[in-house]
């Protein structure tokens, strides 16, 4: 089964909040420092192209370095220099294991020759045998004794030949998840301990919006420093007042020997740097965990955030040429309150997360567009995060101190005087942050519907400009539709009347041609003027066509409904429906090439034989009951063999695992699963079925028949 993934081309461009419009910042500086260290800057193709052809060399290169018949090579990185040169990054592994300490890196001339190499160890890669002694579970059983902080958490053994500073022997690397999330490394044979270190750092951070909070934090020279490296050592940095321009001039990193940060107080410097920290945290999570999305490229890539730059800045904006976000500390108008309020980060990282994709270009009405999404994703983060210092709404920077009490309504654009909320055909000669109150107020309405509420705290008028009244999809289900016309439609010249079709062309990929969903989509965007609604379905729901050879003719799909089953709180848990109800990158398909447990759909995860991660989740009300369970049923079947977990399936709750499968449990039929979930009884929750696959031989995971009650 193949995957397609399409990646846009970033450019550079600077987006900016919304109150003061921001400066021009071309690619020359970082052009020239690139060229001034040799290195040439790969588009995200580019360097998946140069990642594939390491990867095709890597058997001959294995060969000419005189590796064991059981050593692989595996790309990782690859840095291209302006003359050709390339330095290619790879892990290795012995035996299908992972080689811990193994890594190397190939330097090649510009015509291919191998010219020098750098190897993490010298030692010949080789042990007796990869049939452990000890079992796994002696291993998981002694890691958690040997730190106080982690005897409460679940320890994860994975079998890998550690060669770090010493000749190569059998070992359990066991992750503890719990406390400091340890890292302890065991002699597979004796059992002896051979490594022992934090996987991060867990430390408390007490921010002016966000309150006290967890953050991860990094080991650094008098203590720790605000580098995440569990989300690709993405970092805050102070400005010290520096030039919005320049803001790395005058920049110092962050350091702290408790691991304490900030007292919620302006005075203290790291108050704000820690609300910037946990508000970059959580996008990055919202993405992840919500569209499978890995950072803002997509590629694992953490970026730099400054805070205290300029003097009275009342600015906070993403720049893609340097890769980074740069936050003021307000201005009088505001009461000097800095922009680091949790919608405002969301809103600024989502900035590089369109110019990686649809890259809207920054006039006219893409360029309301633009903000748009910005504040959708903003606002999407903001609900996400939960936080019980900054109630989720539907307005921007509510907690900013300015004169109208917010940014921007979404609810209400044209309450500051200056947005639209209603399309015209001068829209594109307005200013792009006032332009942008047309698609939030579209998003709303999908979201919400039509009508007064009180969210957040807040008041929220639900008006259109065509008088109708209609109920919304949610907003898990609007922001799915437009991550997907953003991620896989809109181009950089995408207008508002190209959105709505956009819109209703993922509508359908995820609900169906004739759902309900995608009438109310044409519905909101009827409401704010841009175009009229579509007929209205005489179901809930239509099986979204397929497009997978050999399956059953399409012309004329079955209709079935969305509402759950009675005494099943899961919607379409048997993927009658498709995709609907269900969020994330999996597919749910009636493909012969496997077979559902019953009907005609089923969800299938990962079996591609390569690098990847799948997942599908759904929201859902666990019943007020004794014992509310999740029962599914699951067919593992693999190409891999032995007992070591190479590609797991992992169920979620809220994003806590709670259970794991992997290739070693692989069967040749569907088998019911359950989970007790009384924990969670009368609760809103995110069940998640999450994938991950390694580089070598394929594992299916197919899902069907999930029920909740």
Same mark, same amino acid.
């Given at each position: ?7 846009? *081309? ?5 987006? *900016? ?293 300029? %003097? ?76 019980? %210092? ?252 032995? %007992? ?66």
């Amino acid at each position: 089964m193949s995957r397609k993934r399409v990646v846009a *081309v970033a450019t550079a461009a600077v987006t *900016v909040l919304g109150v003061v419009i921001g400066v021009t910042v071309t690619q020359a500086g970082a052009a020239q420092e690139q060229s001034a260290r040799g290195a040439r800057a790969l588009t995200p193709q580019q360097r998946s192209a140069e990642l594939d052809r390491a990867s095709g060399e890597a058997a001959a290169t294995a060969q000419a370095l005189g590796l064991g018949g059981k050593e692989k090579l595996v790309a990782k990185d690859v840095v291209v220099d302006q003359d050709g040169t390339r330095h290619v990054r790879y892990d290795r592994t012995f035996d299908k294991l992972p080689v811990v300490g193994g890594d190397l890196v190939v330097h090649r001339a510009a015509d291919g020759r191998i010219a020098t190499i750098d190897k993490a160890t010298t030692e010949r890669i080789d042990v007796p045998s990869v049939t452990p002694k000890i079992a796994a579970v002696s291993a998981a059983a002694a890691a958690p004794a040997l730190t106080e902080e982690n005897k409460t958490g679940a320890a994860k053994p994975e079998l890998v030949v550690y060669a770090v500073n010493r000749k190569p022997v059998l070992a359990y690397r066991t992750t503890v998840e719990g406390g400091g999330a340890e890292v302890v490394v065991t002699d597979a044979s004796t059992g002896g301990l051979l490594d022992r270190y934090e996987k991060r750092h867990r430390a408390t951070g007490n921010g002016y919006h966000v309150g006290t909070v967890d953050i991860s934090t990094s080991s650094a020279s008098g203590g720790y420093t605000l580098t995440d490296t569990t989300r690709g050592n993405t970092r805050v940095l102070d400005g010290n007042g520096g030039s919005e321009n320049s803001p790395s001039a005058r920049a110092t990193a962050y350091t702290d020997a408790d691991n304490v940060w900030g007292n919620g107080q302006l005075s203290n410097r790291q108050t704000i740097a820690v609300d910037a920290y946990y508000g970059l945290a959580k996008t990055w999570d919202f993405y992840k965990n919500t569209y499978g999305r890995n950072g803002i490229r997509n590629n694992g890539q953490g970026h730099t955030m400054y805070v205290h730059i300029g %003097s009275g800045l009342l600015n906070a904006f993403y720049d893609d040429s340097c890769f980074c976000m740069v936050f003021g500390d307000g201005s009088s108008t505001n009461q000097n309150t800095p922009l680091t309020q949790i919608d405002v980060v969301g809103h600024e990282m989502t900035h590089g997360v369109t110019a990686a994709t649809a890259n809207l270009n920054y006039s006219g009405e893409s360029g309301g567009l633009n903000e748009s999404a910005s504040d959708i994703f903003g606002t999407m983060v903001e609900f996400s995060a939960n936080n019980a %210092s900054d109630p989720a709404d539907y307005y921007i920077g509510e907690k900013l101190r300015m004169p109208s009490g917010y940014f921007r309504r979404m609810d209400n654009p044209a309450a500051d005087g200056n947005s639209l909320g209603c399309w015209r055909s001068t829209a594109g000669q307005v200013d792009v942050h006032y332009s942008s109150g047309i698609g939030n107020r579209w998003f709303y309405l999908a979201s919400e519907g039509t009508g007064s509420k009180t969210i957040g705290g807040l008041s929220h008028t639900g008006g259109t400009c065509n008088s109708t009244t209609f109920a919304g999809i949610g907003r898990d289900k609007a922001a799915a539709v437009f991550y997907r016309a953003l991620s896989t439609y809109m181009t950089s010249t995408t207008n508002y009347a190209g959105a709505r079709t956009a819109t209703l062309q993922a509508a359908a990929d995820l609900y169906g041609t004739g759902s309900q969903e995608r009438y109310l989509v044409s519905v909101a965007w009827a409401a704010v003027s841009v175009g009229t609604a579509l007929p209205p379905p005489t179901t809930s729901t239509t099986r979204p066509t397929s497009t997978t050879s050999g399956n059953p003719t399409t012309s004329n799909p079955p209709t079935t409904t969305t509402n759950p089953p009675s005494g099943n709180a899961i919607t379409n848990g048997g993927f009658e429906s498709g995709q609907s109800g269900w969020s994330e990158s999996a597919v749910v398909t009636n493909s012969t090439q496997q077979a559902p447990r019953s009907g005609s759909y089923y969800a299938w995860l990962l079996g591609n034989g390569a690098t990847a991660s799948e997942a599908i989740s759904q929201r859902v009300t666990v019943p007020n009951t004794a014992a509310p369970t999740l029962r599914y049923w699951l067919k593992i079947t693999t190409a891999e063999t032995g %007992s070591t977990a190479y590609d797991v399936l992992r169920v979620q709750v809220n994003g806590t695992t709670r259970v794991t499968y992997s290739n070693a449990n692989a069967g040749t039929s569907y088998v019911q699963r359950s989970l007790d979930l009384s924990a969670y009884r009368g609760q809103t929750v995110t069940l998640r079925f999450s994938g991950v696959e390694d580089a070598y031989l394929a594992t299916n995971f197919l899902l069907d028949d999930v029920s909740l009650g």
